[in-house]
């Protein structure tokens, strides 16, 4: 039909010429018209006022064409529009509050749903994520490099199967400005596995890997090459040492590629092999040692599910033939990206819990807009009364309160968006982990737009349908005769109350759960963990990124302790190779005295394991509950001795009192006895059931990552100066990190701070949305009342009787809205507390905080209102009327 | 207003005005005497159904306008059938032809 579409443009766009068209075609009918009658002998006067009578008028006639005419819905639309926009305007108030109520509800579901977005459905970005998979033991990823190798080799359902280890930070050289950075070990098949191409150079592959040590390249990221060597594309080539050994840049990876996980962006990656090289220790011909993580492709054609029984089957197979190392083992598929099953659970959960409390503040704030625009459209009452007085359609004054509606919440939404989008920006900048690559990529994508704008047009239809039946139902003789509809409808419970109550309740709901989040995070900077981390210092460092070898670590330690306890004002220091409550961590398996059979089943507990030398239990504050510290003569030459902590005690030996001097035998056989025995204490989360744990001596234990904890009254700038200087002063080349050990805790403490923060930003919107709706009721009533409380007042009511009778519903509805809330909130918190350490709803900081939050937003709603009602002047009300 | 009925009248008047346009281009009062004069006086239709419906032929292209004098030298909007309003008015007739054959048997039918 190209007629119907060069008309609509014509009609559109030459909308002048049309009617000068149609002017001209009705005015010369009328003449040929009349002249018909002049032929039949009628005077010219009567021959046209005939020809007008038969035509049927002309105005009624243009009226008439123009209504079939292609495009008059766009018209009419844009039409709508502009009274819409005068209508708006007019109330600015009104728009604003609106406008205002959307963008929170919709700003905060476009964050929530970004993230969600960013960490639960988008895949990692790889070419065909689809099939990429997380190959786990158990449900956790770590697995040992042996068994990757016989996996990979073995399997039929993976096209690729590739290892990834997370080592901690090296030191790099790249000619004259040592610094350090985080790379990921991976085998040598992992970019031609996920199937990326280099930006610069090449890649390392599964050819280069003939052996150990054989492949000394690096690869390095997009935004390490910026940042480290200028976009310098003679980079490839060039070599760098990292802990020393010198290694070749073989390429760049393009800059979309930041690993493949989600929150970790390596600077580069090394080979897998050369491991030996990198960090003086070789765990690839370990079969119990499970720090790699799997990833494969599979086939095509292949479902998860087979992948799996192949894996198992292979599992039982390794079972068998190891039954040291993989007794039991079972394979499970994971998505890629998080830390498998592990971290994706509780993200799952939490983000779950987050969206549905965005849902409900939208909900809310539609109630909240449904109310307000029904107190609107009775208030138009009588505009809309004449409108259908007049012959309008009742389709057509809803189409545009419609339009009006949609305006709104199209104007809300992009504001929200707008908002949301900075708040994302903000959140994917943000780096939790100051020396850690580590950042949550969450920047809005199409979906969120998508979401948004999906969200808008819902909502705006949601709440525009509201004072629907109220126009439907309208009957203008009865609207212009009274003025006003019936007040019966005010004093039932309506819908209306019930969505007030829902809203007040969510809001109590988020006001409780930031503030149980909030008060648990504050009582966890404060809690005992079997150490002190208050008043204490942390310095960090690595001897292998300077240069020791495995031998001489021990003597270098030694000679640190000696110097830091000879600065004046330290009064205790002591080292350990890991801290509690910090990243890293170790576990291993204990088995008892009797064992032969070191197969994992059999062992008698997993502890976590740390090496520490003399003087880091007072350093730390760690008490010691029987026997004796570790000392300076526990070393190779002396019997193997350690000490556990209370859990390991009763455990392994049923009270405190017998494990001092019994034995036990670690993984391997190698026997050791318990020489003391000190309190529990927390290891890798604020929120983890009491973990056994054994300490070693480092003299028979060496390690090169060193973590010394000072003790001092001193301030504690000044301390860390002196910290480095003497530090540097035994040697200059040493890669130091200082901190306060309350800063070093920020690992332990993020997904509480996360929550918190969450949760607080959640509490506001639905805070302000609560104010919005007690407000909009409240003023609401008061002024369809207004009459009754000016005749009140006259009739000598006092202004108890005028706020009560004004403000007493909304008021009530705020009361029990504030204690579902409340109820519901302390349900709530019981999913908070696996997240955040003690947090307890049975807090009277709580539950007075919630009180008095819900009071101040009844105050801040109902002020305006009150003070409205108050000042109803009899005399004034008479006049108008 | 019942929507059948105003569906069948505005077919036959589109029926109507196109059989009308069949012989020779037209005017508004040109067409609708024509159309008195086709159905014998038994339809007198009203410029009120009569503009909207030339209006919305012309926009489908069924029919075209030209501005030229009239049999009394004055300036008159005259509609001609196209290609297409000629294939529409075969359409239609023979519409029209088989809902009569229905409708008859099914009226003179027991």
Redesign the interface.
């Known amino acids: ?4 579409i060069v ?1 609509f443009f014509r009609n559109l766009l030459h909308k002048n010429a049309v009617e000068q ?2 002017d ?3 005015r ?2 009328v ?3 009349s ?2 009658k002049m032929k039949e002998g009628l005077s010219r006067s009567e021959a046209r006022r005939r020809a007008l009578i ?4 002309v105005e ?2 243009r009226t ?2 123009r ?4 495009g008059r819905l766009l018209e009419d639309f844009a039409a709508d529009l502009r009274f819409t926009n005068r209508t708006l305007a007019k109330s600015s108030g009104f728009t604003l509050t609106a406008i205002v109520t959307l963008a929170l509800g919709i700003g905060a579901n476009a964050v929530v749903f970004s993230v969600l977005n960013a960490l639960l459905l988008r895949p990692v970005n790889v070419p065909n994520a689809h099939n990429f998979y997380l190959v786990q033991r158990f449900h956790v990823p770590p697995q040992a490099y042996p068994d990757y190798l016989d996996l990979r080799d073995r399997n039929w359902t993976f096209e690729s199967m590739m290892a990834v280890k997370f080592v901690g930070e090296v030191g790099v050289d790249t000619g004259g400005n040592p610094s350090t950075a985080w790379p990921v070990l991976t085998s040598g098949n992992y970019f031609d596995a996920l199937g990326i191409r280099p930006y610069l150079g090449r890649f390392f592959h599964a050819s280069d890997e003939k052996g150990v040590n054989s492949a000394p390249y690096v690869v390095l990221s997009y935004a390490y090459w910026r940042s480290h060597f200028d976009e310098d594309r003679g980079v490839v080539g060039r070599t760098v040492e990292i802990n020393k050994h010198p290694f070749t840049v073989v390429g760049v990876a393009p800059s979309e590629f930041r690993g493949t996980d989600l929150i970790f962006s390596p600077a580069f990656w090394i080979p897998i092999v050369d491991e030996p090289t990198v960090l003086s220790i070789n765990s690839l011909q370990n079969r119990s040692e499970h720090n790699l993580w799997v990833m494969g492709r599979l086939k095509p054609g292949v479902t998860p599910a087979e992948a799996a029984a192949d894996l198992n089957a292979l599992g039982s197979w390794l079972s068998k033939t190891y039954p040291a190392d993989d007794d039991g083992i079972k394979f499970t598929l994971g998505s890629p990206g998080l830390l498998g099953d592990a971290l994706e659970g509780p993200t799952r959960a939490f983000m779950a819990g987050l969206m549905l409390l965005a849902g409900l503040i939208l909900l809310a704030a539609c109630a909240n807009l449904g109310s307000l625009f029904a107190a609107r459209a009775a208030d138009r009452s009588k505009e809309v009364a004449l409108r259908l007085a007049l012959g309008s359609r009742h389709a057509r004054i809803l189409r545009q309160l419609l339009t009006e509606a949609l305006l709104v919440s199209i104007a809300g939404g992009a504001i929200g968006l707008f908002g949301s989008v900075q708040i994302l920006h903000a959140l994917s900048a943000w780096n939790p982990f100051p020396d850690a690559p580590i950042n949550i990529p969450v920047n809005p994508d199409v979906r969120t737009y998508a979401v948004a704008l999906l969200l808008a047009v819902a909502s705006g239809l949601l709440f525009g349908i509201v004072p629907v039946r109220q126009v439907l139902c309208a009957d203008p003789w009865q609207m212009i005769r009274t003025g006003t509809r019936g007040t019966g409808a005010l004093r039932r419970f309506t819908l209306r109350d019930v969505l007030l109550v829902a809203q007040i309740a969510i809001c109590a709901v988020l006001v409780t759960s930031s503030l149980v989040a909030v008060r648990g995070l504050v009582r966890s900077l404060h809690g005992r963990y079997g150490f002190e981390p208050q008043n204490a210092i942390v310095v960090q460092s690595d001897l292998h990124m300077a240069g020791y070898a495995n031998n001489q670590t021990a003597a270098m330690q030694r000679r640190m302790l000696d110097a830091v306890a000879a600065i004046p004002g330290v009064s205790a220091v002591g080292f350990a190779d890991d801290l509690p409550l910090s990243i890293g961590g170790s576990d291993s398996f204990v088995y008892s005295d009797s064992a032969t059979d070191f197969r994992p089943t059999n062992r008698a507990a997993d502890a976590m394991n740390y090496s520490i030398s003399p003087g880091y239990l007072r350093a730390a504050e760690t008490r010691l509950l029987a026997g004796r510290d570790v000392t300076f003569n526990d070393d190779l030459k002396a019997p193997a001795v350690i000490l556990v902590n209370r859990q390991f005690a009763v455990e392994l030996f049923g009270s405190v009192d017998k494990a001092v001097g019994a034995h036990f035998k670690l993984f391997g056989g190698s026997r050791v006895e318990v020489v003391g025995v000190i309190e529990d204490g927390k290891y890798r989360t604020l929120t983890e059931d009491q973990q056994p744990a054994m300490f070693f001596p480092f003299l028979q234990n060496d390690s090169s990552n060193t973590w010394l904890v000072v003790r001092s009254k001193r301030d504690p700038s000044e301390m860390a100066a002196a910290l480095e200087s003497t530090l540097h002063g035994i040697d200059s080349g040493l890669p130091l990190t200082i901190a306060a050990w309350t800063e070093e805790m920020g690992f332990a403490l993020f997904a509480a701070r996360v929550a918190s923060v969450a949760l607080g930003v959640m509490g506001l919107p639905g805070a302000m949305l609560a104010i919005t709706g007690v407000f909009g009721m409240a003023s609401y009533v008061v002024s369809r009342r207004l009459r009754e409380l000016g005749i009140r007042v006259a009739l000598g009511a006092g202004k108890r009787a005028v706020l009560s009778a004004s403000l007493g519903r909304a008021l009530r509805l705020l009361a029990i809205g504030s204690a579902a809330g409340l109820v519901l909130g302390v349900l709530a918190a019981r999913v908070l507390s696996h997240i955040v350490y003690q947090a307890t709803p049975m807090d009277p900081m709580v539950l007075g905080g919630v009180v008095a939050a819900m009071l101040l937003i009844g105050l801040a709603a109902s002020w305006i209102p009150a003070r409205r009602a108050l000042a109803a002047d009899p005399l004034l009300l008479l006049r108008e009327e | 207003m019942r929507p059948q009925r105003t569906d069948l009248l505005r077919g036959t008047l589109d029926l109507l005005i196109l059989k009308a346009l069949h012989l020779e281009p037209l005017h508004g009062v040109g067409i609708s005497r024509r159309i008195t004069q086709i159905t014998r006086d038994a339809f007198q239709v009203s410029f009120g159904s009569l503009f909207p419906s030339l209006h919305r032929m012309e926009e489908k292209g069924w029919v075209e306008a030209e501005w030229r004098a009239s049999e009394n030298n004055r300036r008159a909007k005259y509609y001609r059938l196209t290609a297409s309003g000629r294939a529409q008015l075969k359409a239609e007739e023979r519409e029209w032809n088989q809902v009569v054959k229905i409708m008859t048997a099914a009226v003179e039918s027991a």
């Open positions: 039909m190209p007629g119907r008309s068209a149609l001209d075609e009705l010369s009918s003449e040929l018209l002249e018909e038969e035509l049927g008028g009624q006639v008439k064409v209504e079939i005419r292609v």
